[in-house]
């Protein structure tokens, strides 16, 4: 029991520090804007490489995300929404890069493996992403925020700006088609 309240007082010192980062961060400090960017810049570039599978991609859209979020910092109301205002972000620089490039990509040339992968691991994980890529955008997204991310279906209707029911239905079907296209797929 002594554990579990230390556990939790560890988790709000951090909370709190975590809002006085991001206070001085909207104040334009530069260190507070550095260590906001250092905490988060692994979690934009998983996200980023979950929708384009391209490394030099990825890293070009949280650059531009952490580009715009620097410049628009000022514009955050409250610092409890950072990570919800930084994902929004970054889906609209995603977005943008989709509308903008050809549809053509050879999913198999940019799968990066990260760590040691048994084969049929491997095979499996390649058959999920691209039934995840063949998903529509509005089933894609909260299933990658949910799934991937472990965000909570109000933290995605915040991002996504739509109702907390809209997201649940839209991760149902999302769930149904993948289970779709990964069947047809055996």
């Known amino acids: 029991m002594g554990q579990l309240i230390s556990l939790k007082k560890d988790r709000s ?7 006085n980062i991001i206070k001085k961060a909207v104040k334009c400090d530069k260190d ?7 905490e988060y810049k692994e979690y934009l570039y998983k996200t980023a490489f979950l ?7 990825a890293i070009e859209i949280c650059q531009e995300t952490v580009y715009k979020a620097i410049i628009n910092i000022h514009k955050l109301r409250e610092v409890k929404y ?5 994902t929004r972000i970054l889906i609209n620089n995603i977005n943008d ?5 050809s549809k053509f990509v050879d999913n198999f040339e940019q799968i990066e493996l990260i760590e040691d992968i048994t084969y049929e691991n491997l095979e499996e994980k ?3 992403y691209n039934a995840i890529d063949i998903l529509d955008e509005k089933f894609k997204t909260p299933i990658i ?6 965000m909570t279906i109000k933290e995605i209707a915040e991002i996504l700006e739509s109702n ?13 088609r993948l289970y779709k296209i990964l069947k047809e797929g055996n």
Do not use: P
């Open 13 to 19: 010192t951090v909370a709190s520090s975590n809002k």
């Open 32 to 38: 507070a804007i550095s260590t906001l960017i250092d």
């Open 51 to 57: 929708y384009v599978k391209n490394e030099h991609e």
């Open 82 to 86: 950072f990570k919800t205002w930084i």
């Open 97 to 101: 890069m989709n509308r903008s490039k």
């Open 126 to 128: 390649i058959d999920l």
């Open 145 to 150: 925020l949910q799934y991937f991310h472990d």
């Open 164 to 176: 907390e029911n809209t997201i649940k239905t839209y991760i149902r079907r999302g769930k149904e």
